[in-house]
């Protein structure tokens, strides 16, 4: 078998969740979920070099505040795979070209591990088992962006399975120039006193896959409590309303919205709300990886 180069590059595509059912409470203190993903054509880049000075780098238009220490999600999941498979980590410098607006519900850290993962793979020999354990021991949406395209993960977000994929549809990304810390677990904290989903959404969902999809159809648990959690989204989501006369929901645990619907419709609705108070970005749908 050829050994691999050098140096390996893939994408770090975006996601957002077309579905998001909060089910219950673990006894590890996680949430069981039920959610339908789906990734995006907007994407970063991650390269891994074998042959570097180690360490982590940022660039692009969304690499402020990306951390490129042993923290960083992308070392973190190197670093788990060096030791399932008995790789050395010394020497390995991993090279984050940052598309994805951070802290935003897109996946873009997450969504960095993976591709990690991925790239990793065939130098150092991983098995499926081993990149999904990886995945699972560093985030829950890392085991998505091992798939991409749409497909329904439960557990904590760590048991994926894939779905027939979405037809080819227009999304739009409306990004606040705002966002908080430990947003996940504030937005989870605040679900507490609310009655749990019961993964009637997902399943009918992956019961008739649909061949149109519309903001209209998006179900986000989150939605309940994210215009408490963030309170400068009610004002934005109505103004981006009124100027696309369209819903906008919420993206993953926010505070980034989003429309869908078709692609052609897309550029109207991005062309429309330039102006509203947030980053607007046009992207489309995206298959698996």
């Known amino acids: 078998?050829?050994?691999?180069?050098?140096?390996?590059?893939?994408?770090?595509?975006?996601?957002?969740?077309?579905?998001?059912?909060?089910?219950?409470?673990?006894?590890?203190?996680?949430?069981e979920i039920d959610t339908v993903l789906q990734t995006l054509e907007l994407a970063g880049r991650v390269t891994v070099r074998f042959d570097g000075p180690g360490g982590v780098t940022a660039s692009g238009p969304f690499a402020a505040?990306?951390?490129?220490?042993?923290?960083?999600?992308?070392?973190?999941?190197?670093?788990?795979?060096?030791?399932?498979?008995?790789?050395?980590?010394?020497?390995?410098?991993?090279?984050?070209?940052?598309?994805?607006?951070?802290?935003?519900?897109?996946?873009?850290?997450?969504?960095?591990?993976?591709?990690?993962?991925?790239?990793?793979?065939?130098?150092?020999?991983?098995?499926?088992?081993q990149l999904?354990?990886?995945?699972?021991?560093?985030?829950?949406?890392?085991?998505?962006?091992?798939?991409?395209?749409?497909?329904?993960?439960t557990g904590r977000g760590e048991v994926v399975r894939r779905l027939p994929l979405l037809p080819p549809h227009g999304v739009v990304l409306f990004v606040p120039p705002w966002t908080i810390e430990r947003k996940t677990a504030r937005m989870f904290a605040a679900l507490a006193e609310l009655p749990f989903d019961d993964g009637a959404?997902?399943?009918?969902?992956?019961?008739?896959?649909?061949?149109?999809?519309g903001s209209g159809d998006v179900f986000n648990?989150?939605?309940r409590?994210?215009?408490?959690?963030f309170?400068?989204?009610?004002?934005?989501?109505?103004?981006?309303?009124?100027?696309?006369g369209a819903p906008v929901r919420l993206a993953g645990a926010g505070p980034t919205l989003f429309w869908i619907g078709d692609v052609q419709a897309a550029a109207g609705v991005a062309g429309r709300a330039q102006?509203?108070?947030?980053?607007v970005i046009e992207t489309r749908t995206a298959g698996p990886l």
């Not at 795979?81 to 991993?94: K, M, S, Y």
């Not at 959404?201 to 999809?213: K, Q």
């Not at 409590?225 to 959690?229: L, T």
């Open 132 to 153: 999904r354990e990886a995945a699972a021991a560093v985030g829950s949406d890392e085991a998505f962006f091992l798939v991409g395209g749409t497909a329904r993960a």
């Open 225 to 229: 409590v994210a215009y408490d959690v």
């Open 65 to 129: 505040g990306t951390p490129c220490d042993e923290t960083n999600l992308a070392w973190r999941a190197a670093e788990v795979l060096a030791g399932l498979t008995g790789n050395a980590i010394e020497g390995l410098t991993i090279e984050l070209e940052k598309q994805v607006p951070p802290a935003g519900g897109l996946g873009g850290g997450a969504s960095d591990a993976a591709t990690t993962l991925r790239l990793l793979r065939p130098r150092w020999r991983a098995s499926d088992a």
């Open 275 to 279: 102006g509203a108070r947030c980053l």
């Open 201 to 213: 959404v997902a399943r009918a969902f992956v019961a008739r896959p649909p061949e149109r999809f």
């Open 1 to 31: 078998m050829p050994v691999p180069p050098d140096s390996l590059s893939g994408p770090a595509p975006a996601k957002v969740n077309l579905v998001l059912e909060v089910t219950g409470r673990r006894a590890d203190g996680y949430h």
């Open 221 to 223: 648990a989150f939605e």
């Open 231 to 244: 309170p400068q989204l009610a004002g934005l989501a109505e103004e981006l309303e009124a100027r696309i």
